[in-house]
């Protein structure tokens, strides 16, 4: 039930200030993950999710053009098989929540970053593709005890080749 991950991730991100140029800044992510799984005795699985991300991510102004900082990443999934017969494991009520911390220099959490919530299903379509739909809710930190929250659908179709 262990897997272990790194990658890299490449992100625009949105810029809150209006008059702001550029309007869209890059991030560039190098990460590692450590993902581990528990099957229940119904059927159910339990899936925890830890990710360290190293950020540098593009300021619009200042003498460097990236900054650096680290976050860790905590995810809690639950997933329970809705049907015992002819579809026994291919959909699934899903439910997960995830938060992300920013790290200081030293490698300690020290501030909240956001948090992801998610309820929906996972449907297997078939041996090589599976969809994943619902509604997430994301809370995300602006400063100042100011924090921005997103409901949306959130569905993704994934395919392996």
Known sequence: GFQWTAGYSYLQ??????????????EQNIWEQLKFS???KKGETFTNQFRLEH??????????????SSRIRYRFTYAYPLFVEQWKGDV???????IFLIL??????????????????????????N???????????????????????NSTLRYTF
């Open 13 to 26: 991100n949105y810029n809150w200030d209006r008059n702001a140029t550029p309007r869209f800044l890059k």
């Open 38 to 40: 528990l099957k229940g």
């Open 55 to 68: 950020r540098f991510i593009e300021q619009s102004s200042g003498p460097k053009k990236y900054a650096f």
């Open 92 to 98: 699934k009520l899903v439910v997960y929540d995830e």
């Open 104 to 129: 200081n220099p030293q490698g300690i959490p020290y501030r909240f970053n956001q948090n992801w919530t998610f309820l929906g299903f996972n449907i297997k379509l078939g041996q090589k593709a």
């Open 131 to 153: 969809l994943s739909t619902g509604i997430q809710k994301n809370t995300i930190s602006r400063g100042n005890n100011r924090y921005l929250m997103n409901r949306f659908l």
